[in-house]
């Protein structure tokens, strides 16, 4: 597929069929994941794949209330939770703290305030970026949405991610199928490019 038909086609999937996803084309999605630029190539990410039933319902049972109760799920819920692959990007300041405090960076210390914006949680959102672009050019949809804040720790237990990361989201993976819950394209019109683009000046 052409580069400009996987920017064209990607989307945001809400609802999957019950078809599994072959483990090669998720690993040439976790690698593709893994050329994205990274400041002072820190590669300060990670990536925890939830592959089995078991596993993908573990993470909704500890992150949305409704499943853990048992209840009827809202229509998002019930069409995202049909995906066979959750993957969770997380970041890692602490990798970029100590590489940027290498000789060949310069500083002698790893003071967060060096950093006036979170490149750790920044190059992972480029990577996951990749893998929303690689998923299309596979043939399958994917949803990229955040982890609630009330959630992180017991997403964190679930899967013992180490305090060294942070997730930054998760992202579904699957075939996509009809329905589902209807993304804000079909409610908000997409701002033209002259809005948003400022050339020379603002």
């Known amino acids: 597929m052409e580069f400009s038909e996987v920017v064209r086609r990607r989307k ?34 990670a990536f925890l794949v939830l592959d089995t039933p078991e596993d993908v319902r573990r993470y909704w049972e500890v992150t949305a209330p409704a499943v853990k109760a048992g209840d009827n799920p809202d229509k998002w819920l019930t069409g995202v939770m049909t995906a066979p692959v959750i993957v969770i990007p997380c970041s890692s300041k602490a990798a970029y703290l100590d590489r940027y405090a290498q000789p060949d960076k310069g500083w002698t210390d790893r003071d967060e305030a060096h950093w ?40 964190r237990k679930a899967f013992d991610i180490p305090d060294t990361f942070d997730p930054i989201g998760a992202v579904t993976i699957g075939h996509p199928a009809s329905g589902g819950a209807k993304g804000s394209p079909t409610r908000r019109r997409r701002t033209p490019l002259e809005d948003v683009v400022h050339r020379g000046r603002w």
């Open 12 to 45: 945001m999937v809400r609802s999957y069929t019950s078809d599994p996803v072959d483990p090669a084309v998720i690993d040439k999605i976790l690698h593709n994941a893994t050329r994205a630029p990274s400041a002072g190539f820190s590669q300060g990410w």
């Open 116 to 155: 006036p914006m979170p490149f750790w949680h920044m190059d992972t959102a480029m990577a996951t970026m990749l893998i929303l672009q690689t998923v299309v050019d596979e043939g399958l949809g994917a949803l990229y949405f955040g982890i609630p804040p009330d959630s992180d720790a017991a997403v």
